[in-house]
């Protein structure tokens, strides 16, 4: 049973080969063609990627996610919709990372990253420093992050890795759906969490120069 699911997951997977990207390669510049990069890493079923695609045509996008029977969802989400500014990267963006050259990226979103919440795994959350140094690389000078929560305790701990690391804030929110805050497009994650009664937080980090 495995095996055959398995095999059917390969095939779907395979079947989204013309939105997919092994890594920056020469196929991912030919795509790109040196306009505006805006990339999401953890892209989870693909909802706020394919609806913000869909609404900035001039921007091209990557989506990150590393869990293949998740981001097959996103792609055949973005394989229907037909979204030419959109391609997908399946893998641990840490590894994918080492393929971005310097300066690559205008803006990183990261929504509803995994919390880690006990410190023996401090370093997976996706705003420790060691992230922070692979943004600082691959982000244009004037790039940013997005990045949103309703993990306060993953809130709280960027609010202080963000800076130490070399970042100044921006629009910080603690609770964004009652901030006036315009065009939010909700993940998935956010409208089951915010539905529970969770508040959700916002920032926007750049690199201070
Ligand atoms: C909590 S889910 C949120 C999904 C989506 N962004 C949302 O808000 O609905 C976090 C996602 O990030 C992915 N992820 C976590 N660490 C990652 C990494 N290092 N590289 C790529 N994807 C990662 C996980 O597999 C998971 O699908």
């Known amino acids: 049973m495995r095996m055959r699911n398995r095999g059917h997951l390969d095939e779907r997977i395979a ?33 706020f990627i ?20 998740v981001i097959v969802l996103a792609m055949e989400k973005a394989a229907n919709d037909e979204i030419p500014n959109l391609r997908f990267m399946r893998g641990k963006f840490e590894v994918l990372a080492e393929s971005f050259p310097d300066k690559s990226v205008d803006r990183i979103y990261l ?19 060691g992230f922070l140094e692979i943004y600082k690389r691959i982000l244009k000078d004037d790039g940013e992050i997005c990045f949103k929560t309703d993990n306060r305790e993953l809130f709280d701990f960027s609010l202080e890795s963000f ?14 759906h009652n901030s006036g805050f315009e065009g939010n497009i909700m993940t998935e994650y956010e409208e089951k969490f915010s539905q529970m009664g969770f508040p959700i937080c916002r920032l926007v980090a750049r690199i201070e120069r």
């Open 111 to 129: 929504n509803f990253s995994d919390p880690w919440p006990k410190k023996g795994y401090a370093k997976r959350r996706l705003t420790h420093g």
């Open 163 to 176: 800076p130490e690391n070399g970042f100044t804030l921006s629009e910080v929110t603690f609770d964004l």
């Open 50 to 69: 394919t609806e913000t695609a869909k609404n900035n045509p001039d921007i091209r996008y990557i989506a990150v996610e590393k869990v293949s029977n």
């Open 15 to 47: 079947a989204c080969k013309n939105i997919t990207l092994e890594k920056y390669d020469d196929s991912a510049r030919q795509f790109i063609d040196g306009g505006t990069l805006h990339i999401e890493i953890g892209c989870g079923k693909g909802r």
